[in-house]
């Protein structure tokens, strides 16, 4: 699980102010937002699939997202999204029920 932490940008007046900055190589420093999200249903193994978007905030000199390393960065994105929504989840127990009721509607 790659290590990350929230920051927030007391220099961004408007919209979101606080971003997420990866601290892992080889992406140290690399701080990004999550855009839209989309629930694409689940695999054949029972886990839920999402398709997500970002926008790059601050990217260190000497990052380079090309080839393998943009692969590997799109995977790190995806393991820090897991991460913060299963944190979400955990403390907020209703989430579940909630989550429920929704696919119980959209099923009838």
Do not use: S
């Amino acid at each position: 699980m790659p290590e990350f932490k929230i920051v927030v940008r007391p220099e961004q007046t408007e919209g979101d102010m606080a971003c997420i900055e990866l601290l892992d190589a080889p992406f140290k420093g690399v701080q990004f937002k999550f855009g839209q999200m989309e629930f694409l249903g689940e695999d054949t193994n029972g886990n839920g699939r999402l398709a997500f978007d970002h926008e790059l905030i601050f990217v260190p000199e000497g990052v380079k997202f090309n080839g393998k390393n943009k692969k590997k960065f799109e995977t790190m994105l995806g393991e820090v999204l897991k991460k913060i929504l299963e944190d979400y989840v955990l403390e907020h127990p209703l989430a579940d029920e909630k989550l429920d009721e929704v696919r119980d509607a959209d099923t009838e």
